[in-house]
């Protein structure tokens, strides 16, 4: 998201910087192919606006390492935390950057890619506002009307529906799979929910490579609706199968090819 993001933006004349310290050459190639120019800390501080979009379980420990340098700069830039964490966690990454503008911000769609549509970013708090201006390049900009929390609240809700859904039906594929059900649960599905059956099979292929990205994200959905009950543990579960998944695919694969297998007789 953040490559995709920041492509985006330097397609419309914005100058992108990136930060690249300890980062993996994977990473590094990323933002080079996005035309993002990497320099130290300083640099970062005297950008107008800092994107925070990293792992979910990243967020904090970014934010704390920048509190600081951004603090102590002539014109602080607006810090906003773009990332998959509760309203909870947002507001603790706010305390720990006194001195900082903030914004709680949440992306959803998917990455931008040359051509095609641009997520939607909804941001929340007194100085929300100020992101507006990326409307005008490239990048579609939602200020709501609720505090620090808010945007993070409906980035968790539109990601619990979404990514939770893609979590269930991998659950019950695999789970049908085990007791030689699968084909009978394909037919039922294409029977009486093809809208389903077709979303899945649009939406499963992509998880998996990112399954170990969506472990903390689960986490931090359960923590999000902890006064509903039976939420958490639903969400925590789920975020033991992400992991599950992504051990999977990072070995043997038999739950990727069962998965696989199943859309296959679609």
Not at 9 to 18: D, I
Not at 21 to 26: D, F, Y
Not at 48 to 76: C, F, N, T, Y
Not at 134 to 155: E, Q
């Amino acid at each position: 998201m953040g490559a995709g993001v920041a492509r985006r933006l330097g397609e419309h004349g914005v100058k992108v910087r990136t930060w690249l310290e300890g980062r993996s050459p994977a990473s590094v190639a990323r933002a080079a192919e996005a035309g993002m120019r990497a320099v130290d800390l300083a640099g970062i501080a005297e950008a107008d606006i800092v994107l925070s979009i990293v792992p979910p379980a990243e967020a904090m420990k970014l934010a704390q390492r920048l509190a600081p340098v951004l603090a102590a700069a002539g014109k602080p830039p607006v810090y906003v935390d773009c990332n998959a964490v509760s309203p909870q966690t947002v507001l603790l990454i706010q305390a720990a950057m006194p001195g900082v503008r903030f914004v709680d911000a949440g992306i959803i769609g998917l990455p931008p890619k040359p051509g095609g549509p641009a997520p939607v970013l909804y941001a929340a708090g007194p100085d929300a506002a100020l992101l507006s201006v990326l409307s005008d390049y490239g990048i579609p900009v939602t200020v709501l009307s609720g505090p620090i929390g808010a945007a993070s609240g409906l980035k968790m809700s539109y990601a619990g529906i979404n990514k939770g859904l893609t979590g269930l039906a991998a659950a019950m594929i695999l789970a049908a799979t085990r007791c030689g059900a699968a084909a009978d649960l394909r037919t039922e599905l294409a029977a009486s929910q093809p809208q389903l059956l077709a979303r899945f099979r649009s939406s499963l292929p992509g998880m998996l490579p990112k399954a170990y990205r969506w472990v903390a994200e689960m986490e931090e959905i359960g923590d999000f609706a902890s006064e509903v009950p039976g939420v958490t543990e639903i969400y925590h579960g789920l975020a033991k199968l992400y992991a599950a998944l992504a051990a999977d695919a990072d070995g043997a694969q038999l739950d990727a090819a069962a998965l696989k297998a199943f859309l296959e007789g679609i």
